[in-house]
């Protein structure tokens, strides 16, 4: 068995100021960290002087009604969940392209780097 471990990635996380930015879902991931399995959620905002930076919102892959991962979904979709959806799950792939409106704010991570975090997506107006 091959085991191919790689650098972290050089790439510094986008620090925009606090606020609510159009963006669109670039990118789904599944990673590791302290906190377990995760779910990576990178948002390529638009607009405003910050045009192309990209943001993350992480989440458990555990899909509740109350869950933040819903919180997630319901934001792109634009509407609950269903319980069929609940139950068998989402494809999150499929939603990358979606449109959307985020809240973003100034964190420090555990490291002491201070990164934008996606606190909340919204579904687009109109």
Do not use: H, W
């Not at 989402?90 to 990164?115: A, M, P, Q």
């Amino acid at each position: 068995m091959v085991m191919l471990f790689k650098p972290k990635s050089k790439e510094t996380a986008a620090v925009v100021p606090d606020g609510t930015y159009k963006a669109a879902l670039s990118k789904v991931t599944q990673f590791e960290n302290s906190y377990g399995t995760r779910v990576g959620f990178e948002f390529t905002l638009k607009g405003n002087g910050v045009d192309g930076a990209k943001v993350m919102r992480s989440t458990s892959p555990n899909l509740s009604p109350s869950g933040k991962l819903a919180d997630v979904l319901r934001g792109l979709l634009g509407r609950d969940l269903q319980p069929a959806e609940i139950d068998s799950g989402i494809d999150v792939e499929k939603l990358i392209g979606t449109e959307c409106s985020v809240l973003v704010l100034t964190s420090k991570g555990k490291n002491g780097n201070t990164y934008s975090n996606v606190e909340r997506i919204f579904p687009l107006a109109g």
